[in-house]
């Protein structure tokens, strides 16, 4: 199974959102956002900004390899 590497990230400062591409073996923990130029930064509880922000989880996640490896971090897939 191939991860989904395109995810709209949503601003948590402006609510702007944007699709991005995901790399496929690592985390991207900042983003700034295209419209209002603020940095985004996963939340406590994530690895990155697309566990966070994102409609769709980082590759990682997808792949049930945890969080960039790490495993306790993954945000719950509904």
Same mark, same amino acid.
């Given at each position: ?13 402006? /609510? =702007?959102?944007?699709? =991005? ?8 923990? &900042? ?18 900004? &697309? ?18 490896? /790490?495993? /306790?971090?993954?945000? =719950?897939?509904?």
């Amino acid at each position: 199974m191939k991860p989904e590497l395109s995810s709209v990230l949503r601003c948590p400062h402006c /609510g =702007e959102s944007s699709q =991005e591409q995901m790399p496929e073996d690592s985390c991207q923990y &900042f983003h700034e956002c295209w419209h209002c130029k603020q940095l985004i930064s996963p939340q406590p509880q994530h690895c990155c900004v &697309f566990c966070s922000y994102g409609s769709v989880p980082c590759p990682p996640v997808q792949m049930t390899s945890g969080c960039c490896g /790490g495993p /306790g971090l993954e945000k =719950e897939i509904p």
